[in-house]
């Protein structure tokens, strides 16, 4: 009986949900954080106090590029624990929260199925539904549609690829706190490098690839053995490098943005032709504003003044849109001058932008995309515009570097004292054998 009862309830169920699925319809069950259940209009509705913070959390992110972590210990700070524990947000709620369609106005049902098992000490199966049979129904929202797509736009940018079977993008844990953590990567084998100090006195930072330590099968081999570390100075002078020769060659679009915004601003300032034609228009006007003034002072009957008169002010009206108009025009003409000290101000700021003296953790987060080390010494940086740039790293990688020589975008290293005639020999070298490939 009791099995029977069990059974009935779960078939009970199961109606339920098909009903609700078909008229898309949501309830007490569907609440998260930022709604509430409204139990007389039977409704879903925002609660402000907690929306404020779901506001401040994509803001947090978007914004001031704080990560979910730290969005966290924010959220703590404003008061904001978890309902149940207590304690403050995990990372993967707060990153479960950004990612939810339901603060952009969508709420999703039907995403999980259960199984029923009965019998003794019988558990239910619960499962997650393929998405296309996911049920969207429309609520209230409480952030936009552009801020919740910025998020997932920077959620993308910000998740890495790593070596795991089955799992080509997976969400990092660690965000990394040095300089080019989640950047560096061996050609060979894919494995990311990880930061380590060179020396004793922790003075010398380098990347070394771990793949050793990081393998999944025992027959995974890596032939990247030469190059398998790269000093962090070397990976910030070619770094710095990239990034300061593609502003450069960019400079001619620059300057002929610069070059039509000028043209076209000064354009619209010196066509004298849309004054003239208004001038021209006013004058029109005011001669038939003065002829009918005389008609209806010597109009013979009433009727024949009311009709002169109407014409007399719908040219008065005429008059003053024109005057108003032209009074414009000379006042655009008067701010051409402006036009010069904008493009002036612009190009200002452009300058302080073309030149990158000084490499920190946001300046690789802007510019960077990727850095792979390849076994036969070549390094590859790629940067998030599409740009890509190479450099030759030569054998010897204990001295400093003396001097970076960029030829075709691709760099070569000076560590010694050797002449420059003998590296561009080898460069041709390299490019040749490159060429045959």
Same mark, same amino acid.
């Given at each position: 009986m009791g099995q029977q009862y069990v059974f009935h309830q779960s078939q009970v169920g199961k109606i339920a949900h098909e009903q609700k699925c078909r008229a898309k319809r949501l309830n007490a069950t569907d609440v998260r954080y930022g709604y509430y259940?409204? +139990? !007389?209009? +039977?409704?879903? %509705?925002?609660? @402000?106090?907690?929306? !404020? #913070?779901?506001?401040? #959390?994509? !803001?947090? $992110?978007?914004?001031?590029?704080?990560?979910? &972590? !730290?969005? %966290?210990?924010?959220? %703590? @700070?404003?008061?904001?624990?978890?309902?149940? &524990?207590? +304690? #403050?947000? /995990?990372?993967? /709620?707060? &990153?479960?929260?950004?990612?939810?369609? %339901? $603060?952009?106005?969508t709420f999703y049902i039907n995403k999980k199925g259960s199984i029923l098992n009965v019998g003794m000490d019988a558990k239910k199966k619960r499962f997650d539904r393929p998405k296309e049979e996911w049920v969207a129904v429309e609520g209230p929202a409480i952030v936009s549609e552009e801020l919740f797509e910025l998020a997932q736009r920077l959620r993308e940018e910000r998740r890495h690829v790593y070596d795991k079977t089955g799992k080509a993008d997976t969400q990092a844990r660690f965000r990394g706190t040095h300089l080019f953590s989640g950047k560096v990567f061996c050609g060979d084998c894919k494995t990311q490098f990880h930061f380590r100090y060179a020396d004793r006195a922790k003075t010398t930072g380098e990347y070394k690839d771990y793949f050793s330590k990081s393998r999944k099968t025992l027959d995974a081999v890596c032939h990247n053995k030469k190059y398998n570390r790269i000093y962090e100075q070397t990976l910030i002078t070619l770094c710095r490098y990239a990034i300061n020769i593609f502003l450069k060659e960019h400079e001619a679009c620059i300057n002929n943005l610069k070059a039509v915004i000028r043209d076209s601003g000064l354009s619209l300032f010196a066509d004298d032709k849309l004054l003239k034609d208004c001038q021209m228009h006013l004058e029109k006007v005011e001669r038939e504003r003065q002829k009918n003034l005389v008609a209806w002072r010597d109009a013979p009957d009433e009727s024949m003044k009311q009709a002169y008169l109407e014409m007399y002010k719908s040219n008065d009206e005429e008059k003053k849109e024109l005057e108003k108009k032209i009074s414009g025009l000379i006042e655009r003409r008067k701010d051409a001058g402006n036009v010069e000290r904008k493009i002036d101000e612009i190009h200002r700021h452009i300058e302080d932008m073309k030149q990158i003296n000084e490499i920190d953790r946001s300046v690789v987060q802007k510019f960077i995309e990727k850095i792979i080390i390849e076994k036969n010494g070549i390094i590859t940086i790629i940067l998030k515009f599409g740009a890509a740039y190479s450099a030759i790293l030569p054998d010897n990688r204990k001295e400093e570097i003396e001097d970076v020589l960029c030829l075709d975008k691709v760099f070569i290293l000076f560590f010694d004292a050797d002449t420059i005639a003998s590296k561009l020999q080898k460069y041709w070298w390299w490019r040749r054998c490159s060429d045959r490939a």
């Open positions: 259940w409204d +139990k !007389e209009r +039977k409704c879903m %509705a925002v609660n @402000e106090h907690e929306a !404020e #913070m779901v506001r401040k #959390m994509f !803001e947090w $992110y978007v914004y001031n590029g704080l990560g979910v &972590s !730290e969005i %966290a210990k924010k959220l %703590a @700070e404003h008061g904001v624990f978890g309902a149940r &524990s207590g +304690k #403050m947000l /995990t990372a993967n /709620t707060v &990153s479960a929260r950004l990612e939810d369609e %339901a $603060y952009k106005g």
